[in-house]
């Protein structure tokens, strides 16, 4: 037996964290809940979704029809951009302070039945474009310090449409476990005079184990 056989401890070195690992439990008999698979196809538009070209959401909004991509402010943005400055501070134990940021939604396509691995090269490229356009855009707003691109994809991820899209939130501070991993980044540098990331990529190419596609 070996260290991975019985329950133990791997430093997550992008944030300095001790998980605990408890591999020997994925024997043990499974009666869990078990979501089923969706096995009705999507049609190309739906009239009740909310991202489909010509429909209403629900800000009252009516979506254009766009050919390709789409971008909006988020209808319920968790961050807004235009709040008063507030800072409060009761006894050093209740403190808060307000925070600015920006919140958009990106369509990646009109039709309402694909995905990204579904999409052809053109199509994912104009999606990539857009990333990399309002990643600039709101990245030069003077008050914007972390701009972070992201999509979920099923109920259970939380989202809560099946649209192909993906959202942005930008931050007026960098979050905490963005900053952590940059510090401990930097301070692996110091340390050792490369890249950590890179060192990652080199061992898990030389070691093959969890490869699931070169290109």
Not at 114 to 124: C, D, F, G, V
């Amino acid at each position: 037996m070996g260290l991975t056989d019985y329950p133990h401890r791997r430093l997550n070195i992008l944030t300095g964290d001790w998980v605990l690992v408890s591999s020997h439990r994925t024997e043990r008999p499974w009666q869990g809940k078990v979501e089923r698979q969706e096995t009705t196809p999507p049609p190309a538009y739906d009239p009740h979704c909310y991202l489909c070209p010509g429909n209403k959401r629900a800000s009252g909004e009516v979506n254009p029809q766009y050919d390709h991509t789409l971008v909006f402010t988020n209808d319920f943005s968790a961050l807004l951009p235009e709040i008063p400055e507030e800072v409060r501070n009761t006894d050093s134990l209740l403190v808060a302070e307000s925070e600015r940021g920006v919140c958009r939604v990106l369509c990646y396509s009109p039709r309402h039945d694909l995905t990204l691995p579904l999409m052809t090269h053109a199509e994912i490229e104009r999606v990539v474009a857009l990333w990399i356009e309002q990643y600039r855009e709101i990245g030069s707003l003077p008050y914007i310090r972390n701009v972070q691109i992201f999509e979920n994809r099923g109920p259970l991820m939380g989202c809560s449409n099946a649209h192909p899209h993906g959202q942005i939130w930008a931050d007026e501070t960098i979050p905490v476990t963005v900053a952590r991993e940059g510090a401990r980044q930097e301070e692996h540098y110091a340390a050792k005079k490369q890249c950590l990331l890179c060192r990652y990529l080199e061992r898990e190419e030389t070691e093959g184990e969890r490869i699931v596609l070169r290109n």
